[in-house]
């Protein structure tokens, strides 16, 4: 399934990969938390350096796998 990969550390910083197994998702970061993907096209128009032509894989991005690259307090 696609993923959209986001980082705690970086609001503005995303990625879309294929997710298809736990051993996937666990290669991404040592430390990730995995939710439904709540994005939409109008939370892109807020978002700074999204692309346009990359609305179609936020639509079809099943889950959010967020990278805890530090811990938030």
Known sequence: M???ITKASDSDWYEFKE???LDDLLEI???VVVEQNHFDEDDTKS???FKKEDVPKMEKAKINV???D???E
């Open 2 to 4: 696609l993923a959209l």
């Open 29 to 31: 970061y040592p430390s």
């Open 70 to 72: 530090y811990w938030l």
């Open 19 to 21: 997710i298809n197994t």
């Open 66 to 68: 967020i990278i805890y």
């Open 47 to 49: 978002w700074d350096g």
